[in-house]
C-alpha cells in the first residue's frame, strides 16, 4: 500500500485560502468516503480535523472544510490564522480494515 | 477523562523486540476500534495496524505482518503493540488512536522507542 500524495508545502498570508490535495487511487480515496485529515504541531499527537471527507468534530473552527473528486480529496482552510501553521496529513480507508496516509503537508503561515 | 494513556519510552538493541500499551479511561473500551500508527524522525505518520478491542481481531498493514503482534486486554482497558526483530529504521514515537463515532479522535500521547546498539 503506497502513501497517498500530498504536496510537500504550502503557504499563505493572514485571512487568505489555501488548499492542501491528498491523492490516492481508487483503492483508498477514489472508492470510500472515508478520508480524514489530521493536524500536527511540533511534538504533539496529531487531532482530528476532518472525517469521513467533510465532517468536522466538535471543536474544529469552520474556517476547515474537506471535499472529494475522484481519487483526489482535499483540505480547505479559509481565513487562515497564525495558529493554523502545522502539519497536516489525510488518511484513508483503503479496504479490509486498512487504512493508508498521505505524506504530510507543512503549512505556513506567512 | 476519556484518555488513552500510553506506556514509556523504550530502549531496545537490534534484533530485540517491545511491547508498547496504551490504556483506555473513561469510555466504553469494546465500543472503538484502536489504530496504532507510528512516526519516525522527522518523518510522516504511517498506519501500523487495527484491533478489535471486543473480539480481539486484527488487521496490519503488509510491510509489518510478520512483525508485529496487537492484543487486548479487556479486564484491564489496554491495548497493546509488540514489534519484534527490531532495528535502527524502527526508531520512532508510536501512537494509539481511538476510532470514535466521530472519527480518530483520541490519540495517546506517543511512546518514543529507541533502537540503537
Known amino acids: 500500500q503506497s502513501a497517498l500524495t500530498q504536496p510537500r508545502s504550502v503557504s499563505g498570508s493572514p485571512g487568505q485560502s489555501v488548499t492542501i490535495s491528498c491523492t490516492g487511487t481508487s483503492s483508498d480515496v477514489g472508492g470510500y468516503n472515508y478520508v480524514s485529515w489530521f493536524q500536527q504541531h511540533p511534538g504533539k499527537a496529531p487531532q482530528l480535523t476532518i472525517y469521513d471527507v467533510t465532517k468536522r468534530p466538535s471543536g474544529v473552527p469552520d474556517r476547515f472544510s474537506g471535499s472529494k473528486s475522484g481519487n483526489t480529496a482535499s483540505l480547505t482552510i479559509s481565513g487562515l490564522q497564525a495558529e493554523d501553521e502545522a502539519d497536516y496529513y489525510c488518511c484513508s480507508y483503503a479496504g479490509s480494515y486498512t487504512y493508508v496516509f498521505g505524506t504530510g503537508t507543512t503549512v505556513t503561515v506567512l | 477523562q476519556v484518555q488513552l494513556v500510553q506506556s514509556g519510552a523504550e530502549v531496545k538493541r537490534p534484533g530485540a523486540s517491545v511491547k508498547v500499551s496504551c490504556k483506555a479511561s473513561?469510555?466504553?473500551?469494546?465500543?472503538?476500534?484502536i489504530h496504532w500508527v507510528r512516526q519516525a524522525p522527522g518523518q510522516g505518520l504511517e498506519w501500523m495496524g487495527i484491533i478489535n478491542p471486543s473480539g480481539g481481531s486484527t488487521e496490519y498493514a503488509q510491510r509489518f505482518q510478520d512483525r508485529v503482534t496487537m492484543t487486548r486486554d479487556t479486564s484491564t482497558s489496554t491495548v497493546y503493540m509488540e514489534l519484534s526483530s527490531l532495528r535502527s529504521e524502527d526508531t520512532a514515537v508510536y501512537y494509539c488512536?481511538?476510532?470514535?463515532?466521530?472519527?480518530?479522535?483520541?490519540w495517546g500521547q506517543g511512546t518514543l522507542v529507541t533502537v540503537s546498539s
Open positions: 473513561a469510555y466504553i473500551f469494546t465500543r472503538d476500534y
Open positions: 488512536a481511538r476510532d470514535g463515532l466521530e472519527g480518530t479522535d483520541l
